[in-house]
């Protein structure tokens, strides 16, 4: 059983920050792939960010965004920066060993989500 607790989300104006964090419990091994993935309202879930032996990033992320994990705490981390209005979603975790790391169907295990609001 494996068991993805997400934390960190809240409300923050245009240009802060956030660090979003996703403890793991169960058979989650140093070696999976954890990702980050995103829900806007009234659009699809969306990939963000993964981590295994190398990171992925969106483009609409990239140089604001940095994934990091503690693999003695099993617990990923999503460092956000220079938050837009545009990057307010439901954003969830994401465990498993998926051939591609952006594509959230092969993430067997996911945690219920945080909100992240950006006001303008």
């Known amino acids: 059983q494996v068991q993805l607790v997400e934390a960190g989300g809240g409300l923050v104006q245009a240009g802060g920050s956030l660090r979003l964090s996703c403890a793991a419990s169960?058979?989650?091994?140093?070696?999976?792939?954890m990702g980050w993935f995103r829900q806007a309202p009234g659009k699809e879930r969306e990939f963000v960010a993964s981590?295994?032996?190398?990171?992925n990033y969106a483009d609409s992320v990239k140089g604001r965004f940095t994934i990091s994990r503690d693999n003695a705490k099993n617990t990923v981390f999503l460092q956000m920066n220079s938050l837009k209005p545009e990057d307010t979603a439901v954003y969830y975790c994401?465990?498993?060993?998926?051939?591609?790391?952006?594509?959230?169907?092969?993430?067997?295990?996911w945690g219920q989500g945080t909100q992240v609001t950006v006001s303008s």
């Open positions: 169960g058979r989650v091994l140093s070696t999976d792939s």
């Open positions: 994401a465990a498993g060993r998926p051939r591609s790391a952006n594509v959230q169907s092969q993430y067997p295990y």
């Open positions: 981590i295994s032996w190398s990171f």
